[in-house]
């Protein structure tokens, strides 16, 4: 299965292209749009006011409910945006955004309205094709899911087991303790307040992969196929399979995960590898940890320069901006890991 | 440039073919040594005891002194090896390693003698591809250098600049402050006292990319490339950019690198973003952090299953092994690094 | 520049993403459509008298008149069509088609209306994306043209020169000698007459290419990079390079090309081998010829097998189909052509 | 499985490493021997009185006479050779060669002796490579296996059933018909006489290949897939499917594959298809047939230009060559079969 993903924020339409579908998959449209509907904006006070409809129309692939196998491709039409809100910034780079990079990369000629192609929008479309490869990998047994890890160094419960990750990922508010969730959404209306943003990470799991696929090398490596999808998402600055960084901190003795025989099948009584032993999975699920970065958005002024003149400038952001993009994430995460777990599968 | 490493540990030999390097280039292979030489063990009472001559041959692609432009093969011929010490533990997965995953993916077909292919020597021929990548590099300006950024918690001072980077890679134990690097010293020579071992972390320098290379889609994202490329080195668990999971404890106005001009350029004043907004160079060094796993060979008694008969076991793994792969790592991670950024730049 | 082709005959919309499109060329969507009527049925008694709209409209990758480097979406939307004609068919696999294969391969769930994926109609936005390639290579000095070199033995006076053939892709029957067009015409009609069809042949050019490009190794083969692209269209069945199949009864005095000075450049004065040695080009024009095979769809009856019951049966097929898809392959031809040529350029 | 080709004709050795062989195949290695030694020349008076020994070494991925899974590298070291003639060479491209383009784009520094990477003696790895996916289709009931089509225009009798073209591949000269074989022959040797070489075809037939295989589209197309294996064999110039070339001279009516039942499957009472139909498997054979040029290399005197110079001259090639590389070019035209057979089938 491969994707590709076409859109800007104020263009007609984003979407995307999904190659090699198996076909005869009866397709639950109304579960993909549910996965939209996780990660769309103005359900909570957190998050954004603007309002998305994004509603997932199907251009092919699709006939009589089911995949034909015919690259299936998926649109979201934009509706009205407010395109002259970004004038002003078409020249002067926003810090932390990708407008200079793209500046640089285009010569200019990008899209500079609402981030263009740069626009956490996109990370709509990614979040239909992980919907459908989570129907894909339920036929194998396999499911995705994820939890708020830490917001601005709250730090959710570990890691539960799939009963209770089931539980979570319908949560508005994605986290194993709704204790610290609220402690969360503190921190983040607190950042909202002082026309500030915070950062944060997401953990995911993903049970049900049988032990031996992938390879030790480069192009079949499980992690490094895992970290293609994920740093594909905006934001994501850091992928940290099992312990982690933790791993830095750790003698062998506790980072090595011992065997053991559970129900006649060899298990690890720990899990610090996150289910992954020299590029190959062990059986045991799949957990990594995806660091987001702070909303770079943010009222505060900022120091940038004018690539007209060469000169440096104040800019302030206006416009409504998420203070926190950390939960909308979550389903966004467990789409890249779905897609993920499909390639490994060799699906 | 794309590469294919081959070869196990107690074969008859390892090897890398390297295709698309640029033809013309004047090969140092004195340098491809030097840097072969630093990964060696044996240099230090911190690492293994173990000899490695690992002279590397050029087979092909390499004609007068210059490259060609063909495949330029590279094989390190591996000399006697004691390969009965590894019989025992053919049924046994030793915790932390890939035996158990490899068991399965290849059914019991792997070579079990030294790691086989799952083998840290395998990273000599990464580093022999990764030594000619700084060749071509140094043609467009660019340098990779990396030191040890902690190592069981004691860290390094913050990445320096250019020259001092320059300064680092020469010393037999790469870090920025030697007191620091005295300390890491200790924590190894008494975790392989009490037959433990110990993880650390290596931060990665690319210096000199220009801005707008990359994008923010699958498969173009500079991230995802470097994470694609750094995975595949044995031991890496967590790849981070710029500030990496510090991110997670950041608001956005900390976080963002405010634009600045100086020398004409534009610039960030800091450097938290690594390198890399929107999945596009930015003008900056590509910054990153690699977490690397404690050794899992130590020769504390560990837990295990027998493979034949699916009972469990104890484990005790004897040889001379590294109590700390670390140091031993840094021109690995190098190497990655550089094939990476060939990559990134359409070599 | 990567493509990906999406939709169905009968289906919502047929489109294309072409990512990786250089940013800041002024794209000219009037010769985009230009091409697309090219290839659009009904402007000759020997096509299809089914009236396709074929507008093509962009959804993304373009702002202000320029592309902007993000992936180019491209759409057409189907008007409405017959569905009823083909419940027939569902069943019956039609002879020459790719009923059969792709029924196996969807075990049952592909669209078979119109030929669904596997429609003719899929050049649409292959030709579109082609379009692009093409306005791309203008850039770099590169053209692209092709006639139809024999259709049922019929041939066409050989490749012209660069000016000559600029004339031929503006003819509505795109033939240097209009006297073999008009023969050719004949045998389409009499075959039309007879309820059958005719196959033939396209000899495309593209002018332009430097010499170097390419390598001999797989993957990198400029013949082999343009085999990929040219038998993903529809109906091609073979490609050959340069003197192509004449080489089997060649000598190779007579099938070698003599090299030559010209103007000060090394050229070869014949150009047997279409511009591609050992795997690289040699600067002559990359010339090859693409074997169209006989539209399956034909009125006489045929002998079937009806997959529901597992008998044989006959099979009549109704409805517009074209006596001869040759002309109209014509400039998806060199729109294939196009994209194989940027690929070998590196864009 | 993927592959990587290397060396040089007159560098220490030539080699290729196949990724993704699936563990556990118990390698005949004899039989890669076999192969290599069915394209070695010195066996008739047809072929180059060059002697090469070519003899297979395995350096990794194989254990205890099973695959292991881990990459496979085989390498074939060079015996001495005469670099003595080519020096002359070095500035005057050989016309028919790659001598010319590869100076270009290697701008003078590669390997010019004996052909460098461009030599056909590369074709051995090829063929081992081929050799190894035979193993791997075997065990999948797939058999590949072809003849000598033609040469200089004499024509083979047309391709066989299985167990026929099972005994063609056992003889030296590998033809359906012997006597025609005998013509073949005889043209060669004039040719050889006359210092010149001749040109001719193979036709390949790949059995055992279910049905449903492949897409219509770009990159999965089965077409596309064996196009592009076999475009990477020097020498070869044309790839047609089925009927091939002759679809251009025939009407619907007859280029259509009627469809039948057989033992309970269904088939075509014709193969005009070549086993493809949009661009998927259909159950037939996959046959196609690879057109293949006269050998570059004559005695005869050449018209060419001296590089350093820019000015016309004459070359005479000396050396003992084959005046035709058909007979040799057969197993490797199966090898490249058998890898794109294997990349079909997702192995």
Same mark, same amino acid.
């Given at each position: 299965?491969?994707?590709?993903?076409?859109?800007?924020?104020?263009? %007609?339409? +984003?979407?995307?292209?999904?190659?090699?579908?198996?076909?005869?998959?009866?397709?639950?449209?109304?579960?993909?749009?549910?996965?939209?509907?996780?990660?769309?904006?103005?359900?909570?006070?957190?998050?954004?006011?603007?309002?998305?409809?994004?509603?997932?129309?199907?251009?092919? $692939?699709?006939?009589?409910?089911?995949?034909?196998?015919?690259?299936?491709?998926?649109?979201? /039409?934009?509706?009205?945006?407010?395109?002259?809100?970004?004038?002003?910034?078409? /020249?002067?780079?926003?810090?932390?955004?990708?407008? /200079?990079?793209?500046?640089?990369?285009?010569?200019?000629?990008?899209? /500079?309205?609402?981030? $263009?192609?740069?626009?956490?929008?996109?990370?709509? %479309?990614?979040?239909?094709?992980?919907?459908?490869? =989570?129907?894909?990998?339920?036929?194998?047994?396999?499911?995705?899911?994820?939890?708020?890890?830490?917001?601005?160094?709250?730090?959710?419960?570990?890691?539960?087991?799939?009963?209770?990750?089931?539980?979570?990922?319908?949560?508005?508010?994605?986290?194993?303790?709704?204790? =610290?969730?609220?402690?969360?959404?503190?921190?983040?209306?607190?950042?909202?307040?002082?026309?500030?943003?915070?950062?944060?990470?997401i953990e995911c799991a993903v049970y049900g992969l049988p032990a031996g696929l992938g390879a030790p090398d480069f192009g079949c490596n499980v992690e490094g196929i895992f970290a293609q999808y994920l740093f594909a998402v905006p934001a994501? =600055?850091?992928?940290?399979?099992?312990? $982690?960084?933790?791993?830095?901190?750790?003698?062998?003795?506790?980072?090595?995960? &011992?065997?053991?025989?559970?129900?006649?099948?060899?298990?690890?009584?720990?899990?610090?590898?996150?289910?992954?032993?020299?590029?190959?999975?062990?059986?045991? %699920?799949?957990?990594?940890?995806?660091?987001?970065?702070?909303?770079?958005? +943010?009222?505060?002024?900022?120091?940038?320069?004018?690539?007209?003149?060469?000169?440096?400038?104040?800019?302030?952001?206006?416009?409504?901006?998420? &203070?926190?993009?950390?939960?909308?994430?979550? %389903?966004?995460?467990?789409?890249?890991?779905?897609?993920?777990?499909?390639?490994?599968?060799?699906?």
């Open positions: 299965m491969r994707h590709m993903i076409f859109g800007e924020s104020h263009g %007609p339409a +984003i979407g995307v292209v999904l190659e090699g579908v198996p076909a005869g998959l009866e397709l639950d449209l109304e579960r993909v749009q549910w996965e939209l509907d996780r990660r769309r904006p103005g359900k909570d006070p957190t998050a954004t006011a603007r309002k998305e409809a994004d509603r997932v129309e199907v251009l092919s $692939g699709l006939f009589a409910g089911k995949t034909t196998g015919a690259p299936l491709a998926m649109v979201i /039409y934009n509706s009205d945006q407010h395109s002259k809100d970004y004038e002003s910034i078409r /020249y002067i780079p926003r810090p932390g955004h990708g407008d /200079y990079a793209g500046f640089i990369k285009s010569r200019g000629a990008q899209d /500079y309205r609402g981030g $263009g192609h740069f626009s956490g929008r996109l990370t709509a %479309p990614l979040t239909a094709a992980g919907a459908v490869a =989570k129907q894909v990998l339920a036929r194998k047994g396999v499911w995705v899911g994820a939890h708020i890890s830490s917001i601005y160094g709250i730090c959710d419960a570990p890691l539960g087991e799939l009963e209770e990750m089931k539980n979570v990922v319908n949560k508005p508010f994605p986290v194993l303790s709704d204790a =610290k969730g609220e402690e969360m959404r503190q921190a983040i209306l607190e950042a909202k307040e002082q026309q500030d943003s915070v950062g944060g990470a994501v =600055k850091g992928v940290d399979f099992g312990a $982690g960084a933790a791993f830095s901190l750790m003698r062998g003795s506790e980072a090595n995960d &011992p065997f053991a025989v559970e129900d006649g099948r060899v298990v690890t009584t720990t899990n610090h590898a996150g289910g992954v032993n020299g590029g190959i999975t062990n059986g045991m %699920p799949v957990v990594f940890e995806a660091t987001i970065r702070p909303t770079p958005s +943010i009222s505060l002024p900022q120091q940038s320069v004018d690539l007209r003149t060469g000169e440096e400038t104040e800019i302030e952001i206006h416009g409504r901006h998420d &203070p926190c993009i950390v939960p909308r994430a979550v %389903p966004v995460i467990e789409a890249a890991a779905a897609l993920a777990a499909c390639a490994v599968l060799g699906i």
